[in-house]
């Protein structure tokens, strides 16, 4: 089975990784995007995983997107739930707006 690393957890240990040697073109790639697209701390984000949970109907992949994004709009969550063919109705879509406001 495939872990999900969300973000913040991926800046960390490729910030860690490069303190110990030269990051890799790819590496450094990745870093510079998780740092520019990082919206939570990985504090925040252990959080809102934690949050996600609560809502059987997200597996674990699409719970990281979303704490990853923070979507802020409907089409935006119902986005990220069709690449995993997800389909989720307006209640679910809502509390799901409802939470990641509370983080951004």
């Given amino acids: 089975m495939t872990e999900t690393i969300p973000l913040s957890r991926v800046k960390d240990l490729l910030s860690e990784e490069a303190g110990k040697r030269t990051l890799s073109r790819e590496a450094q790639l990745a870093l510079a995007h998780a740092e520019a697209s990082l919206k939570l701390t990985p ?27 923070l979507p802020q709009w409907p089409e935006e969550v119902r986005l990220l739930a069709s690449k995993d063919r997800t389909l989720l109705d307006e209640e679910q879509v809502k509390a799901i707006l409802d939470l990641t406001a509370k983080y951004r």
């Avoid at 959080?47 to 609560?54: M, R, S």
């Avoid at 809502?55 to 979303?66: Q, R």
């Fill in 43 to 69: 504090k925040d984000t252990e959080k809102i995983l934690e949050d996600l949970k609560a809502f059987s109907y997200l597996d674990p992949i699409l719970a990281t997107k979303i704490a990853d994004i």
